[in-house]
């Protein structure tokens, strides 16, 4: 092939590539059209002298690749080409993505104080506080700078100290299409790393002192700021992930997504974790030194709630409402972190292996110094033990059994429905009583509710087992719990319901009533360091009913606990958890390889159908035996009325009659 026909193939091939793939050229003088809370405004993009001129150019050193001047050069190519990222594009031009930075302090708290990149005199003459660390915090996909929950995260760190708060608004590079968002958050993460060795030259604030919290797409922002800065020899204090975006990030490699090496510290809260075929939008992977799983990080609280109290909670706001509807697992993570940063409640998590033993109780014990627990939110890089200077990255003390820091520690904890989401944290363990009338009854299948009552007041009715089990004579079942503050634990309420397992004979009750017998509920509250005996004292609990079991010193003892027997073994067996297991198992390896997010988002969705389809299945199986109940109820009545008609006829009376009238002539 000649050059001239290589270069006419070339440019063939080119007119078939989207724009957006390929470099962009500027012409003449852009126009940029942004909104700011109601207001719309146009800001002229004006020639720019040759000193500047770094700032604003793109240059293509190839195909694959755009530079953006003193920004750096962004490609396509792998790392960023992958099966979890298919397409990729070029992030916006400056001219177009430059983004808006808003300055807060306490001398000027609720009116925004434009910043520009670049601008070094405007800093200096802004009411920027030298002295003072700074908070950064920004926002995610479609959205902006003014969002009320920035604006009340914005007044939380000014109440709590004098700070530096500045919000990061790119809402003219947050719109669709999301590959394009994901594309500009990585030259928007160099502007704003670039805008911190500015505040170091002008105003002497070290990137050091810097907290970045980012939501969603901000998350990864976040990450990029931090790796420019490393580029450059600085690093940057601290990140907070907020929920970080799923798509095109979980699964990648280190440097397309938020990492522990983006900060000396970074921690992340997942709230929104599930499959995102399932509408899940956050990460479930942990990307971060300390990584928080509220709840297990999938599912919230609260949240599942009808579209009308969703619009309630935002003061009547449709559009609110509905975000609030749609994403109420993704937006709690940036309202657990609101709350945290001034409320007296610690949101102490507990480092654990997997949710599954969080909740069981597995894991429930701080260690020497709390080093195995933490606090999610604002806080997080305090230590709990203000006598111990306690490493959050490794844990603290040498007793520490948390994993090294470029593994990670999971973090879990219990949230409430609703505000105020932080709570007070308690293992509570069912001894089964174990006595000679107990084991001949044997263990019967149901669910336990209880609720505690302290001096500072009572916790709602809660469910202990979420889904029913075979409780067995003689074992100890135990559970984790969040209540509000309730001070010292006086007495607590038991109650049993029995729940008939109709997919499972062995635990069915035909010929005797359920009936259960306690020994002891022993309560181990975690923030308060306090243990509690309710004594039982081997009551049978029938179903329905409920017991009030008061505090004594000590509780009858018995013999200690027999273990799970081959009935209790079989009808406990949870083939979803075990489905799980596998599932998590085979993707772990395939993540290792690489590029094994896909699989793993198709298995996890298939494990989320086929729980839905037995869910499914046991609610058309709980109203089939409710049709089959009140059908028989009225075949009964009509057998009965059958039965009354026939003792009425002559033929009866006439029979009983004459039976009457032989009996009195044998006597005569």
Known sequence: MTPTAFIMALQAFLTLVPSGLLPYTRSGVTDRVARRGNTPYIEATTSVSPATSLHVSNSTDSLTTRCYGVYGCFSIDQPFLSLARPLNVYPLPLDVIMPDLCLYTRANPRRCQRLRVGDLRGVQG????????????????????????????????????????????????????????????????????????????????????????????????????????????????????????????????????????????????????????????????????????????????????????????EQGNIPYGLRRFIGCNHIRSYEYFTESINSGCPFLSIECGTWEDYWR?????????????????????????????????????????????????????????????????????????????????????????????????????????????????????????????????????????????????????????????????????IEMQERYEFCGLDMPFRSGTQRQLEWQPVCPGQEPPPGASILGTIINFDVEDTINNNIATVNSGLNSLGNGQLINNLASSANQAAREIMENAREIMENARRRIGVHKKRRMKDKIGELGRWWRTRKVWKFFGGWNERKSSQRG
């Open 126 to 313: 802004s009411g920027f506080r030298a002295g003072r660390r700074v908070k950064v915090l920004t926002h995610g996909y479609l959205e902006h700078g003014d969002k009320r929950w920035l604006k009340k995260m914005v007044q939380e760190f000014l109440q709590y100290d004098d700070l530096n708060v500045v919000v990061l608004d790119w809402l003219s590079a947050s719109g669709p299409p999301y590959t394009q968002a994901v594309a500009n958050i990585r030259l928007l993460g160099a502007i704003l790393g670039h805008f911190l060795l500015d505040l170091k030259e002008t105003v002497g604030v070290l990137p050091s002192h810097v907290h970045v919290v980012g939501h969603s797409l901000g998350a990864h922002l976040a990450g990029y700021t931090g790796h420019y800065l490393r580029a450059r020899g600085e690093a940057l204090g601290r990140i907070t992930g907020l929920d970080p975006a799923e798509p095109y990030f979980e699964g990648t490699d280190a440097v397309v997504r938020l990492d522990a090496t983006d900060a000396t510290f970074v921690d992340v809260i997942h709230t929104d974790a599930g499959p995102i075929l399932t509408g899940g939008l956050g990460m479930l992977q942990s990307v971060g030194h300390i990584d928080f799983y509220p709840n297990g990080g999938i599912t919230m609280p609260g949240c599942g709630e009808h579209f009308v109290d969703s619009v309630a909670k």
């Open 361 to 525: 109780g597995l894991c429930w014990q701080c260690g020497q110094e709390w080093a195995r627990c933490a606090r999610m939110g604002a806080h997080a890089d305090t230590s709990l033990n203000h006598s111990a200077h306690t490493d959050p990255l490794h844990g603290g003390g040498s007793s520490s059994t948390s994993s090294t820091s470029s593994e990670g520690r999971k973090m879990y904890l219990i949230t409430a429905d609703d505000s105020p989401f932080c709570t007070y944290h308690h293992r509570v363990s069912v001894v089964m009583s174990f006595t000679r009338q107990a084991r001949q009854h044997g263990g019967d299948m149901g669910v336990f509710y209880l609720s505690l009552f302290g001096s500072h007041g009572a916790s709602r009715r809660i469910k202990l087992n979420q889904e029913e089990i075979f409780f067995e004579p003689g074992n100890v079942y135990t559970y984790m719990i969040g209540t509000a503050d309730l001070g010292h634990l006086q007495y607590v309420l038991l109650e049993w319901v029995y729940v008939t397992a109709y997919y499972n004979p062995l635990a069915w009750r035909l010929l005797s009533q359920s009936v259960v017998y306690i020994n002891r509920i022993h309560i181990d509250s």
